[in-house]
């Protein structure tokens, strides 16, 4: 590690951490506080006049010397060892207690600094005492004669002895040096109580010195008095010392030391005042081996013992001397392990009493040394210290394993054990199991007199069992000799015990599977609680790894009746800590929950364009909604009559109890819910989706905010909802959305959760070790990713949808890991296991299952498809159908419940489908003999339930958990301490964050950097973009003049330095709402407070915009020439820096409080026009109208303009040229002159740029720095504004959810609900209607068959990874037959989605080589529309509906000679099959307003299936459902299969009756490795002839995945197995007989029509076009209509009735130019829709091929031609009358059709740019750099003459704004007489006894304009126009005929927009990768 990794980390470490920050803030800020409290009292000391000449060095010590008192009073604090002892555990969440050394040592780094500045002040001090002769002394007497000086000198020497000592190099090498001079400290302590006790400091010459203490007087010695503080803790230490001491003292006996093999010392010890308890240690002294060093031990007897023992082997230089001198020395040791080995030395008479067994006694009866001195030396011991062993006695069966060392605590416990046998204080311990794994032989020999004697003291021998495991590799030659020993001996060989050693590693299955049989079958005695459970213990110590595997095991294990928890010695070290219990148990009772809308789900009508209009739409539409919901009502109820009977009775809902009254349009969701899950206790929550499940779960962990009201009551022990605030993080809810930053890597997601959740105070490792925050957050991390299979994703971005990165598992999976870094007390989960393989899901199952049996977390999962195995997990069930309870209870009781009530459940069904389908009619299966008895309606069941036994039960435990108030308090207080102790230092205890603001503010920095990071093209583009605006800019404005030609140009430069900074600032609001998903999951978590984000993102505007604006401002100042003054510059720099921020900041803020995009894209569009119309450029100040001049005040861009005009203008000096120069030209050189500009004087040829500033724009220099301020409060407003707009956004679920109909939608469902004549009324009816063949699919009609078949071989598929390839399938092999069904299975990451895509030709990067074929012929042209391919994520577009989706696939995909008739009543087959009447007019929306999970992912079925597909690929179609459903899509896969079809299906978690719906099997490992194709049947033959035979009660689906990558593996390479396998070779033969078959064959025409798309390019276009329409996106039309209205508003009151001055002429070019500036706006919500558009067809359907890319780019472009009409329309109207232009044919008709081609400009110049970008803010970027060019080279800011050159020729004429500029601006323009105001004339005096017409005649015949008064002979008043076109002329406007020209050209500039757009879309497809043989 080199020295500049070493200082780094070392500031990261011990600087930078919030921990380590806080407290060198208090430190240093403390000793600079009391240095400078010292050096100002001498200063300020009157008496001390004399001292202070002296001044800095005397100040300086004095400051130094209070400092070094005030250390010392600390020095010693830390090192008070009993103090901190009993302290610890109370006061652990105050200060890190644990820290004390550290602490220690910080002092001293403090006294050895200041000790250096206070000796060195002092020597100057004592030289300028003896130079100035202010004492009779020198130098040198006062040095060593006097006692501070004395002293001073003694604590030098002092402390370079203890500090060099210290050092750990010689500490490690001589430790008596290091103990030794630091008790040198007691002499430190005595000096420097006694330094400042002399008299140097006094106000005479001479000290006054007295005969008693302190022997110096008061009144003239004036020396600081702090000995009388610091002594105290000096004496505190002194008397702990003394006490240490003394305790120690106290009448202590060596009774003896037994000598065992391998040289192990057991010490034992009398101290009758020595008290302890079973686990704890001690510090150990002997005075004969070294007389002040002691160490700590073990305490290995039990309380109970007459005695105390250790056991100490001989392994350092102090326990080899102890050895030798107690005469325990080699060779005694050597002799010891001889005879072990020979069993030789077995005593069958030991007892407990400690009598002569395997050892060497020694006692002082034995002998002594021939010194004379006894054998057994006299010791000391101290203590005990540490937290008391686990608590064996509360299990039935307790199981000790001790590994190693870690054997050495279980000594004690066993002994304490044995004691409480005797005296039958066992409390509920039955029976005990003791497991000790050896490395290696003699170390037997520790405890094996201990065991021998536990052994043989054993009564009852079923109580304890001895399991002794040897893992040593052993040689020949001890084989040899345990065979031999070993041979009918009586005790073993090695350990002399009875109880027989085992050689190699343990098999923990097995040993906890016989276990829990031997429990089972009565071997072990029962539980106390046998009719509920018996809980095993396990207790470990010892290595972390094993304690993995053992805890696994062991949790495995349990059963219904029996309980394995695990323990480690966390527990006990946290308890030793401090740190309380988190634990926390959850109840609810008389809980509901109201929704609004009808029964069955919250109904509502999309809103249209039309009905955003139509003030009485909502009210039909309620009631429309209201009839819906009640027709979905009687669809979902169980007993549709009994329903009806229901609403019958009355719309009024009133229950029974102390129930709320429901409003009207209010329902429950779910009502009357009544239970507690105590804290280690899981709930296991199921029903069908829409039964209650989420609402349940939200509702308990307190997001209650989308809901119309709560009742009854929910507590978190004893806290309310209310009470929960501060301690919210303990109580979390996670969806089931997999929502994260897809361009941060997994362990840059892990890495910020973990710094955001790294408590203050953590327990030490197993080794003692404290973690830093960076050690425990990179430990939990290697957890995690090793727990959940994610150690190879670390360096991979998350992805999602549009972003590759991980696959759909692992993304689940990272959502897990992220909620565990949080620690919750109580975790709910919502369908967690979605997308996750059957052993990853069962693998989480156990992880909660052990968070719950260790941590005692309390746990509630929702789970739509859960295994046998993971339902064995769970303690209790609860059942939700319809909002209500059918079933709360334990787990074990359910499903005889429910088969008592007379249902049956299948053999090997999932159980807990079983429970979710009793209410399913179609599912449920009655028994025989309760034909006609069973439930039918869900009030039917709920009232069951609760008059059952478990519904009494479950209610009367409810009430003695909460009658049991005391424990609930502890609980809860527990929690809380330990909550508030785990805050870091800073974090405020009112909010439930952890960390410190601060903190967090860090973590959401690195963040932001991280994924602006991963988005590169976006920062690169940020900064190119500035790069070329200030190099066209400053090349535009290149070297302006210096007269008044460049007035006007110097303004444009300043206003656009600040107009492309905000135009970039725009983008901020499109970015705000990127990851607003994330930051609402992040504020349920309570993992950091939302408003920290924006301080985030804050800071890391910072450098961002310093680079950007650097490179903006170096360039563009320069090159326009703007004043070369450093001062200048730098001003220009930090206005314009920030003002960016501040314009960034606002529209940021406009993004906060808005929830949905469209609305702030609106007002941010809006706000942008005012900022740039009222900056002061196109309006000055003088001329605004007053209703509107104060939105200056509010503008931060105007007062960026004012403080830049003001810098550049002030103190120069610009000459008037022609044309302000009046007259000028032949003959008037020298002559009387004017100049035409405001603030110039009569006769004046000289501007003053200040003058001007005030007089024609009221701006003023002494107003640039108060600007200046105004502009970074603004920015501080505005950052404050915006966090507040963040806080208040709600965190994820706390919405309600909606479905959305499309406006009239519903009728065929309604009308047929109410006739309800499909609906079975009894169960046999209901089973005859859904009864067919293998599956129980019911018929609805024909369904579409293919006779093709697909084959695939040889494929390999690899991607480029940091210059590598990645090879994500290898060498996979197989095919699809018709009539069969495929699985394609393996472990999250193994590669299925891959094939799928690969298969489906979707793959558009990397590289596939293989073989893949058709009919044994290569891919035809339309296979990829011919194959129908379910994704795993449903992507859909938003507005249309569920049959409008199915039918546009259908029309699209379906053969173009098939008529639409036949397409779209396949598409009601469809429908009919899938179900989804109820849903087929609902829109498809987002998730949350729309369709549900499982509502998507029928319609992705649907929609892939009514393109009659040949090939079916299906990517985890039954991910996201519960089982009913999974089975009916699987069963109607199969009825596909059945008929002809081939599917080839991805299946996550099938149950065994799923599974067996399937034909063939193709299993992948990771890697994309084959390990098993083909029939299913042939399957289990193949695995049990390799060793892995599948039980026969086991899940096969899930016992594969075990095989290929779980615990059933057995380290095998399955895939080189099946490489090598006969089945492999016989899926090669067959795949060559099959290609050599179809070789001979003819081909089929039905495959292959040669057509890429099925449909004409007619149809294309009109379908296409008619799904594109915007009529359902109503509020994206209505934002962009209402941008439209306020903004031309906006612009005509602005320029409210233009008149004929002269500034009017330039006013109408300014009004047309804020025209301009509605594009920014409406661009910003045109390029997000364009693109999510585009994502949609990129993802599914350009790779479906439905329809070509220029098909959708012509739809996106026709689909806003109305509105672009009416927003034009809408624009003209507000704006042409309010600025007065006329309504002449010939003038407002041009105005109009410019204005009309404008809107459709700037949208073509929108999307062409949003084609090709990557994201909306890569787009937001470019915006500004593409409008900001072409509004620079529009000949306004810079007009046509005044243009360099370069650009002039070619970018002006190629710029559409001119051209749109001079359509909009000639005709309004052109006969506009000017009539100039009095102060915009040019004034001069005529010469003498001229008239002003004779004067100017020459001058007037050349040039434009008019004189005021062409008599006058006094003053001359010149107005430059005298009408219009004379003005338009300077604009390169001349002739009015270039208005016509300028309207055609725009509009060819329309043309080419659009054309640009089909070409970027173009150039973005990419091709789809085809095999490589």
């Not at 209650?704 to 979390?732: C, L």
């Not at 960026?1200 to 003001?1206: K, P, Q, V």
């Not at 994820?1292 to 004549?1317: C, E, F, V």
């Not at 029939?1575 to 289990?1580: A, R, S």
Request: overall charge neutral; hydrophobic content about 40%.
């Amino acid at each position: 590690m080199g020295v500049r990794e070493s200082v780094s980390n070392f500031v990261k470490s011990e600087i930078l951490t919030t921990r380590r920050l806080m407290f060198n803030l208090l430190w240093y800020g403390s000793h600079v506080g009391v240095f400078a409290y010292g050096w100002m009292s001498q200063a300020r000391n009157a008496r001390l006049a004399g001292l202070n000449t002296l001044k800095l060095s005397v100040w300086t010590s004095r400051g130094a010397g209070l400092v070094l008192a005030y250390d010392g009073f600390l020095i010693l604090v830390p090192m008070c060892r009993n103090v901190i002892r009993v302290v610890r555990p109370k006061l652990m969440w105050l200060f890190p207690a644990d820290e004390n050394i550290w602490f220690h040592r910080q002092v001293a780094y403090s006294l050895a600094f200041w000790a250096m500045v206070h000796t060195t002040a002092h020597y100057v001090n004592f030289i300028n005492v003896e130079r100035r002769q202010l004492r009779v002394q020198t130098a040198l007497e006062i040095h060593y004669t006097q006692p501070g000086g004395i002293t001073g000198h003694v604590m030098l020497l002092i402390m370079v002895l203890m500090y060099s000592t210290a050092h750990h190099k010689i500490r490690a090498q001589c430790f008596e040096a290091f103990w030794y001079t630091h008790h040198l400290a007691f002499f430190f302590m005595l000096a420097l109580y006694s330094h400042a006790t002399g008299c140097f400091v006094r106000d005479s010459v001479d000290p006054d010195l007295i005969s008693t203490f302190p022997f110096y007087s008061t009144a003239h010695c004036l020396g600081y008095e702090s000995w009388r503080f610091t002594v105290w803790p000096g004496l505190l230490y002194f008397g702990e010392r003394i006490y240490r001491e003394i305790r120690a003292r106290r009448e202590t006996e060596l009774l003896k030391v037994l000598v065992h093999p391998s040289g192990t010392m057991e010490l034992r010890i009398k101290k009758p005042s020595f008290k302890y308890t079973a686990g704890q240690w001690l510090f150990i002294q002997v005075p004969d081996v070294s007389k002040y060093q002691w160490h700590p031990f073990t305490i290995t007897s039990a309380p109970e013992d007459p005695y105390v023992s250790v056991h100490i082997r001989q392994v350092g230089d102090w326990t080899k001397e102890l050895g030798d001198r107690l005469g325990a020395g080699p060779d005694v040791v050597s002799a010891l392990t001889k005879a072990a080995m020979g069993a030789s030395y077995k005593d069958d008479k030991a007892s407990l009493d400690g009598t002569r067994g395997q050892f060497v006694e020694i006692s002082s009866r034995n002998a002594s040394l021939t010194d004379g001195r006894t054998l057994l030396p006299r010791v000391r011991i101290d203590g005990p210290y540490g937290a008391p062993a686990e608590d064996v006695f509360k299990s039935d069966v307790a199981v000790l394993i001790g590994a190693g060392i870690g054997v050495t605590p279980f000594s004690s416990i066993l002994k304490h054990i044995w004691y409480q046998q005797k005296r039958g204080k066992l409390g509920a311990l039955k029976h005990v199991e003791f497991f000790w794994i050896c490395r290696d032989a003699p170390s037997f020999g520790w405890f094996q007199t201990l065991l021998q004697e536990v052994e043989d003291a054993q009564v009852d021998p079923s109580f304890l069992r001895m399991n002794i495991y040897l893992t040593q590799k052993l040689g020949e030659d001890m084989l040899w000799n345990i065979a031999i020993n070993d041979a009918r001996a009586e005790f073993d060989p090695l350990t002399l015990l009875r109880t027989r050693t085992f050689y190699g590693r343990p098999d923990w299955k097995s040993i906890y599977g016989t276990l829990r049989k031997a429990i089972e079958s009565g071997t072990y005695p029962p539980g106390q609680e046998a009719s509920l459970r018996t809980n095993v213990g396990t207790f470990f110590c010892g290595p972390s790894g094993l304690a993995k595997a053992i805890r696994e095991e062991a949790l495995a294990a349990s059963s219904e009746t029996i309980k394995f928890t695990f323990y480690k010695a966390e527990q006990a070290r946290a308890a030793e800590h401090g740190i309380p219990s988190r634990s926390l148990s959850l109840s609810f009772k008389n809980l509901s929950v109201r929704g609004l809308g009808g029964v069955s789900g919250d109904v509502m009508y999309g809103a249209t364009v039309g009905s955003s209009f139509n003030p009485t739409s909502g009210r039909r539409d309620k009631k429309r909604a209201l009839q819906l919901a009640a027709a979905k009502e009687i669809h979902q109820s169980v007993d549709p009559e009994a329903r009806l009977r229901k609403d019958d009775a009355g719309e009024k809902q009133v229950n029974s109890g102390n129930d709320t009254v429901l409003k009207a349009g209010e329902r429950y969701l779910i009502h009357d819910f009544n239970g507690v899950v105590k804290a280690g206790e899981m709930l296991l929550v199921v029903g069908r989706p829409g039964s209650g499940c989420t609402t349940f779960l939200k509702a308990v962990s307190g997001i209650t905010q989308g809901y119309a009201g709560v009742d009854g009551e929910v507590k978190y022990g004893n806290m309310t909802q209310r009470d929960i605030k501060p301690y919210k993080s303990q109580v979390i809810f996670n969806s089931e959305d997999d929502i994260h930053f897809p361009s941060l890597l997994v362990g840059q997601t892990l890495d910020f959760a973990l710094r955001n959740n790294t408590p203050r105070v953590r327990p030490p490792t197993e080794d003692g070790k404290h973690l830093t925050e960076e050690e425990y957050q990179e430990k939990e991390r290697a957890d995690l990713l090793r727990i959940f299979g994610l150690e190879h994703t670390i360096d991979t971005k998350v992805g999602n949808a549009y972003v590759r990165g991980v696959s759909g598992g692992e993304r689940k999976r990272t959502s897990i890991a992220e909620v565990l870094t949080s620690h919750a007390a109580i975790q709910c989960w919502d369908n967690a296991t979605r997308g996750l393989d059957a052993n990853t899901a069962l693998e989480y199952a156990r992880i909660m299952r052990i968070l719950a049996d260790v941590t005692k977390n309390t746990v509630l999962v929702s789970l739509y498809q859960a295994g046998n195995q993971i339902y064995d997990q769970f303690d209790k069930v609860l059942v939700i159908a319809e909002g209500q309870t059918i079933y709360y209870g334990p787990r074990a009781e359910a499903k005889s419940y429910f088969e008592n009530l007379g249902f049956h459940c299948r053999d090997g069904a999932n159980v807990a489908d079983f429970l979710t389908g009793v209410t399913v009619v179609s599912e449920r299966i009655v028994r025989d003999d309760f034909k006609g008895k069973v439930p039918t309606a869900v009030a039917d069941f709920a009232r069951l339930y609760r008059e059952s036994d478990i519904g009494h039960m479950m209610a009367a435990e409810l009430d003695a958990y909460l009658a049991d108030e005391e424990s609930i308090r502890r609980q809860t207080e527990d929690l809380q301490r330990f909550v508030q102790s785990g805050k870091e230092k800073g974090a405020l205890m009112s909010q439930p964050q952890t960390a410190s603001f601060v903190t967090q503010v860090r973590a959401v920095l690195r963040r932001e950097f991280q994924i602006r990071g991963g988005d590169k093209l976006t920062f690169f583009a940020r900064q190119g973009t500035t790069l070329l605006m200030s190099l066209t800019a400053g090349s535009l404005f290149y070297h302006q003049p210096k007269t008044t030609g460049g007035l006007f140009e110097r303004g444009g430069v300043s206003f656009l330095s600040i107009l492309y900074p905000s135009l970039i600032s725009l983008s901020e609001t499109t970015a705000s709402f990127q990851g607003r998903g994330i930051l609402a999951k992040h504020k349920g978590f309570s993992m950091y407070r939302p408003s920290v984000l924006i301080a985030a993102q804050t800071i890391a505007d910072l450098p961002v915009f310093f680079v950007q604006l650097v490179i903006f401002t170096l360039i563009f100042y320069f090159l326009t020439d703007l004043k070369r003054n450093a001062g200048n510059y730098f001003t220009y720099f930090v206005v314009i820096f920030f003002t960016t921020l501040s314009t960034t900041a606002f529209f940021r803020m406009i993004g906060s409080l808005f929830s949905s995009f469209q609305g702030a894209a609106k007002v941010s569009g809006f706000a942008f026009s005012v900022m740039v119309t009222y900056a002061g450029f196109t309006i000055p100040s003088p001329t605004m109208h007053p209703w509107f001049a104060w939105l200056r005040w509010i503008d931060p861009v105007h007062y960026a303009f004012e403080a830049l005009m003001s810098n550049e203008f002030t103190g120069q000096s610009f000459e008037c040229v022609p044309p302000s120069l009046v007259p000028y030209g032949e003959g008037y050189t020298g002559a009387n002159a004017g100049c035409a500009v405001k603030g110039a004087g009569v006769g004046v040829t000289t501007i003053s740029g200040t003058d001007y500033l005030a007089t024609a724009l009221n701006l003023h220099h002494s107003h640039l720095w108060r600007n200046f301020g105004i502009i970074v409060a603004m920015w501080i407003f505005f950052v404050g504004l915006c966090m507040v707009g963040t806080e208040r956004q709600k965190a994820a679920g706390s919405t309600q959810n909606y479905l959305l109909y499309k406006r009239g939608g519903g009728d065929k469902y309604i009308q047929k609900a109410a006739l309800h004549g499909n609906e079975p009324r009894d169960e046999e009816e209901a089973h005859e209607a859904h009864a067919v063949g293998k599956s129980g699919r019911q018929s609805n009609g024909d369904v579409h068959t293919s006779s093709s078949v697909f084959t695939w071989r040889n494929l390999s598929y690899s991607i480029p990874v940091g210059g590598k390839q990645r090879v994500l399938l290898n060498n996979v092999q197989g095919w699809c037959k018709p009539g069969t069904m495929t699985a394609l299975m393996g472990a999250s990451g193994a590669g299925k989605t891959t094939l799928l895509d690969v298969l489906a030709q979707r793959k558009d990067t990397g590289e596939i080589t293989g073989e893949i074929l058709v009919n044994g012929r290569q891919l035809p042209v339309a296979f990829q529309r011919t194959t129908g391919y379910c994704e795993q994520l449903d992507v859909h577009l938003p507005q249309a509906t569920v049959r409008e989706a199915l039918e546009f696939s259908a029309l699209l995909r379906q053969p173009r000679d098939t008529p639409d008739e036949e397409k779209l009543a396949y598409v009601d087959t469809i429908i009919d099959l899938l179900e989804l009447h109820d849903i087929e007019d609902a829109i498809i929306g987002n998730p949350g307003a729309g369709l549900g999970i499982e509502q998507r992912k029928r319609l992705t079925i649907g929609v892939e299936l009514v393109s009659k597909p040949l090939l079916l690929f299906l990517d985890e179609p039954t991910s996201g459902l519960d089982g009913q459903s999974s089975f009916l899509i699987v069963s109607f896969l199969r009825k596909l299969v059945d008929a002809g079809q081939s599917v080839l299906c991805t299946i996550h978690q099938p149950s065994a009756s799923l599974f067996a719906e399937f034909d063939s099997l193709l299993l992948l490992k990771a890697g994309g490795r084959t390990v098993y194709f083909g029939k299913i049947d042939e399957m289990y033959d193949y695995f049990a002839a390799e060793g892995a035979k599948c039980p026969r009660d086991v899940n096969p689906a899930e016992f594969m995945i075990d095989v290929v990558s779980g615990d059933l593996s057995n380290d095998k390479d399955w895939a080189d197995i099946w490489e090598n396998s006969d089945n492999n070779r016989e899926v090669t033969d067959e795949l060559d007989r099959m290609k050599a078959g179809y070789a001979s064959a003819p081909a089929e025409t039905s495959v292959d029509d040669n057509h890429e798309f099925a449909s004409t390019t007619a149809t294309q276009l009109r379908l296409v076009l008619k799904r594109a329409s915007l009529w359902r996106d109503a509020e994206y039309v209505k934002s962009k209509m209402l941008l439209h209205i306020f903004s031309a508003l906006f612009n005509g009151f602005s320029f409210w009735m233009i008149g004929n001055a002269y500034a009017d002429l330039q006013n109408r070019l300014f009004t047309v130019f804020t025209f301009i500036f509605v594009a920014p706006g409406v661009i910003a919500q045109v390029q997000p829709k364009f693109i999510a558009n585009r994502n949609i067809f990129e993802a599914r359907e350009k790779k479906a091929k439905l329809y070509s890319w220029w098909a959708f780019i012509f739809a996106e472009i026709v689909a806003e031609v109305p509105y672009l009409l009416i927003c034009a329309f809408l624009y003209f109207v507000a704006w042409y009358p309010v600025v007065g232009f006329s309504f002449a044919p010939g003038i407002a008709g041009p105005v109009y059709l410019q204005m009309t081609l404008y809107e459709f400009l700037y949208t073509g110049i929108a999307q062409f740019i949003a084609a090709y970008a990557p994201n909306p803010t890569f787009a937001a970027l470019v915006n500004p750099l593409l409008i900001g060019v072409m509004v620079q080279f529009a000949g306004v800011l810079d007009p046509y003459p005044a243009i360099t050159k370069f650009w002039r020729f070619w970018m002006y004429y190629l710029d559409p704004f001119n051209y749109l500029i001079g359509g909009l601006l000639v005709f309004p323009e052109w006969d506009a007489v000017v009539s100039c105001k009095e102060n915009e004339f040019a004034r001069f005096a005529p010469p003498s006894g001229q008239t002003c017409a004779a004067y100017l005649a020459p001058f007037m015949e050349m040039h434009t304009g008019y004189i005021q008064d062409p008599t006058s002979t006094t003053e001359c008043a010149y107005c430059i126009y005298s009408k219009g076109s004379e003005y338009l002329a300077t604009l390169n406007l001349g002739k009015r005929v270039y208005g016509y020209r300028d309207i055609c050209l725009t509009f060819l500039f329309v043309l080419s927009s659009y054309g640009f757009v089909f070409i970027m879309m173009k150039l973005r497809s990419k091709k789809s990768k085809s095999a490589k043989a």
